[in-house]
């Protein structure tokens, strides 16, 4: 399968999480698609640090069974992300501030 829209029959897709979400001592409230078809599951936090020991590739059917919500976001275009301030909060879908296509 592609970088297209995952799903859950797209299990196998490769997808970075944080530390935070892959140890899910936090959940999912940030979700970005990349130009380039990348998909990020994060914690929204700003106490990452920018490198590969903060980052991991994980299948994306892990994030959708660790956050089942995440699903309701998987339309989201090339160049957008969608984020919530809680587990509870509507997901609020934006164009990336870095991708000015």
């Given at each position: 399968?592609?970088?297209?829209?995952?799903?859950?029959?797209?299990?196998?897709?490769?997808?970075?999480v944080?530390?935070?979400?892959?140890?899910?001592s936090?959940?999912?409230l940030?979700?970005i698609?990349e130009?380039?078809?990348?998909w990020?599951?994060a914690?929204?936090g700003?106490?990452?640090?920018?490198?590969?020991?903060?980052?991991?590739?994980?299948?994306w059917?892990?994030?959708?069974?660790?956050?089942?919500?995440?699903?309701?976001?998987?339309?989201l275009e090339?160049?957008?992300?969608?984020?919530?301030?809680a587990v509870?909060?509507p997901?609020?879908v934006?164009?990336?501030?870095?991708?000015n296509?």
């Amino acid at each position: 399968m592609s970088a297209e829209a995952p799903s859950a029959q797209a299990a196998d897709l490769a997808s970075y999480v944080c530390s935070h979400v892959l140890d899910r001592s936090r959940p999912v409230l940030l979700v970005i698609r990349e130009y380039d078809g990348d998909w990020i599951a994060a914690c929204g936090g700003d106490d990452h640090e920018q490198s590969s020991e903060s980052w991991f590739v994980v299948g994306w059917g892990h994030v959708l069974e660790w956050n089942p919500a995440v699903g309701d976001i998987e339309t989201l275009e090339r160049g957008e992300e969608a984020e919530r301030s809680a587990v509870t909060a509507p997901w609020v879908v934006s164009r990336l501030s870095w991708c000015n296509l």
